[in-house]
């Protein structure tokens, strides 16, 4: 995953952000059929969670990045992410569609 995903802010780097890229800009390495099959019903189950979660409001949030810092000792680690998150340009994020998922990977196939 190199290189500036189409509709991405230009100060986007998906190599740096693989979890940003693949969620909100669609980027993914190509993979066989099944892999994709169990990949798209997980994208669907952490879609949902993190829906949840941010329902939840930033206090959860919170918590749960502190509690993963805290079990893996990778606080300095998620700073510094955050940091990084949070200097993207909201205006060129939301002008890429970035401020929500994209469609869900699976579609109705009709019989």
Known sequence: ????????????????????????????????TTVVTADAVAELRFRRQVDRLHRLGSRA????????GAERSIMTIID????RYTGLDPA????????????????????
């Open 61 to 68: 949030t919170a918590e749960l990045l502190a509690e993963i």
């Open 1 to 32: 995953m190199s290189g500036r995903a189409q509709g991405s802010p230009a100060n986007f780097d998906p190599a740096a952000c693989p979890i940003l890229a693949r969620h909100f800009f669609g980027i993914e390495p190509r993979q066989s």
């Open 80 to 83: 510094r992410k955050l940091d």
């Open 92 to 111: 060129a994020l939301e002008a890429a569609g970035g401020g929500e998922f994209w469609p869900a990977p699976l579609r109705e196939v009709p019989r």
